[in-house]
């Protein structure tokens, strides 16, 4: 590996942060730090105590910060991602690469980021080389494993979302947890839920209270896995957009109550949008004539793929209503129905009869355009 010069990190420093400054091109020295992080970085420097006030970017420091680049590079970064943590974090050029740097870079790889996933996750969230290694990082990845019993599943969490490891677990995530727990929520349905969407138990913990108490209002019970999921979409929205996602629906013709049991049923058709509510409606009221009540009984339509989904299947379906393969009165079910099931049950199984069905499904247009004899 060739050795990263101090000529190199000016380089890419000043390409980096100063090839935005009007005018003619600058010597590096001539521009003061204030000015050079304004103009470049766009960080806000006003604050006489701002560390990044601090930074000195001549040769002098130059050769003294070049330790960091080159340690980043025998870790895999590429110059690119070393500029672009550098962007995010000046003062890492600080750091101390033996006793500061090299632990933390150890501790990520034991517990399992290696390779590309290494600079991934600190590019994700740089937070994590200025946290303490025993004071947070070693007990935040205790706190995951033990919730959810593995060193893979943690890291897995931990991809969806790094800020497990820099966010206060004991003041938050730990105490979300208690209220979990003290409301009778299985362990094994909050690690689950911890899995699928860390940042449900980053929320603040009166946020928490109040969720869990507007879900328990909703008919749903703590014990069950439904639980969880309907936690989840009611902590993605204020009450603001609870509102207007149910008032679309009732736009749409369904009273309160239809929307709420349809809630219960799959708490999940209020996480989408309201154009994709709006949509999906349309989709079912006047493409595959379903009538409301069959909607609402079937709230996963809105978790669907137009797409990618309803429509292939639609298109399907009515090739084998026309060649009376296919009951009318399944339509609703089989648009839901599981992928593998589907295709083996009902474009596989019909192939001899219908030869172009998987170019139908497939959305290929000339076997579409033909017509179904």
Known sequence: MSKISSTFLLYFIQNRFINTISGSTLPLASVSTIEFLKNSCGLATDSPSSALRKLQFDEKSAKKYEAVPRFLKSYGFENSQIAKLIAKRPSILQSRVSSNLKPKFEF???IGFV????????????????????????PSFCFIKEMLES????NFAIR????????DFKGVMQSNVNVLLGEGVPSRNISKLIGQQPRTIMQKVDRMVCAVKKVKELGIEPQTRMFVRALRVVLSMNDTTWKKKINVFKSLGWSEKEILTAFKRDPYCLA???????????FCFNA???DPETVISYPTFFMSGLDKRLRPRFKVVEVLKVKKLIENRKIARLLVLGERIFVKNYVLKHLDEVPDLMDIYRGNAAAESRPVL
């Open 151 to 154: 060193d893979e599943q943690a």
């Open 108 to 110: 990520l790889e034991e």
């Open 272 to 282: 989408c949008s309201e154009e994709k509510m709006r949509a999906v409606a349309d």
């Open 115 to 138: 390779g590309p996933l290494l600079p991934k996750v600190i590019l994700s969230n740089p937070t994590i080389l200025q946290r303490g290694l025993d004071s947070q990082l070693k």
């Open 288 to 290: 595959a004539k379903l």
């Open 160 to 167: 969806r979302s790094s800020w497990l490891l820099t966010f």
